[in-house]
């Protein structure tokens, strides 16, 4: 008995280090998109200036407070539905600013960059979808890229900076895409010997 007893705690520690060392591959590959991508796109945002600046501080803002909950879920356990809406209304309300941003600034030379944010940020929204998130991700970036396809064409004369910042935002929306694909396949993956999430 003593025997399988060792063999059984062996086992946890196997799967518990197993998953850990996912959970810390997943919150890597996160951060890899924040320094890579997120990090030029919001170059490319300070470099444009005005209210595309507003909007890459608001848009890195997201991704931080993003960053923050998948921290929190990979240390928690699955909360109840009512908890989980707590934990993730500092990001839904982000994404709402940065959609009001869009509305308030109609009359913006960047409209078409506000838009092309305001339709596809919803992207960080995947963290409420099953079974498929990584599709919904998709679906956002496509929502984006008649804007991001404008921004294109009215820049490509005058200057070379928004078509870098263009690249950065979707370069950002598919890495974000593989991210969920690789680590949340089905939806949110929590931390069955993880605390509770706060």
Same mark, same amino acid.
Do not use: C
């Given at each position: 008995?003593?025997? @399988?007893?060792?063999? !059984?705690?062996? !086992?946890?520690?196997?799967?518990?280090? @197993?998953?850990?060392?996912?959970?810390?591959?997943?919150?890597? +590959? +996160?951060?890899?998109?924040?320094?890579?991508?997120?990090?030029? +796109?919001?170059?490319?945002?300070?470099?444009?200036?005005?209210?595309?600046?507003?909007?890459?501080?608001?848009?890195?803002?997201?991704?931080?407070?993003?960053?923050?909950?998948?921290?929190?879920? *990979?240390?928690?356990?699955?909360?109840?539905?009512?908890?989980?809406?707590?934990?993730?209304?500092?990001?839904?309300?982000?994404?709402?600013?940065?959609?009001?941003?869009?509305?308030?600034?109609?009359?913006?030379?960047?409209?078409?960059?506000? *838009?092309?944010?305001?339709?596809?940020?919803?992207?960080?929204?995947?963290? @409420?979808?099953?079974?498929?998130? @990584?599709?919904?991700?998709? !679906?956002?970036?496509?929502?984006?890229? +008649?804007?991001?396809?404008?921004?294109?064409?009215?820049?490509?004369?005058?200057?070379?900076?928004?078509?870098?910042?263009?690249?950065?935002?979707?370069?950002?929306?598919?890495?974000?895409?593989?991210?969920?694909?690789?680590?949340?396949?089905?939806?949110?993956?929590?931390?069955?010997?993880?605390?509770?999430? !706060?």
């Amino acid at each position: 008995d003593g025997l @399988a007893s060792v063999v !059984e705690s062996l !086992e946890e520690k196997a799967d518990y280090s @197993a998953g850990a060392s996912d959970l810390s591959a997943s919150l890597a +590959f +996160f951060d890899s998109i924040l320094s890579g991508p997120l990090g030029q +796109f919001k170059t490319a945002s300070q470099a444009i200036g005005g209210d595309v600046a507003t909007l890459g501080d608001l848009v890195g803002s997201t991704f931080d407070m993003q960053k923050h909950f998948l921290q929190t879920v *990979s240390a928690s356990k699955q909360p109840k539905a009512n908890d989980l809406l707590k934990l993730l209304k500092p990001t839904s309300e982000m994404i709402g600013e940065i959609q009001q941003l869009r509305e308030s600034y109609r009359r913006s030379e960047m409209f078409n960059h506000l *838009s092309a944010i305001s339709e596809s940020i919803p992207a960080l929204g995947w963290v @409420a979808v099953s079974p498929a998130p @990584a599709p919904y991700v998709k !679906e956002m970036k496509d929502a984006g890229q +008649f804007y991001t396809n404008r921004v294109l064409k009215d820049w490509k004369e005058k200057d070379n900076t928004h078509a870098v910042w263009v690249r950065s935002w979707v370069e950002t929306l598919s890495e974000l895409q593989a991210f969920v694909k690789q680590f949340h396949t089905t939806g949110l993956v929590w931390n069955p010997k993880g605390g509770d999430a !706060e």
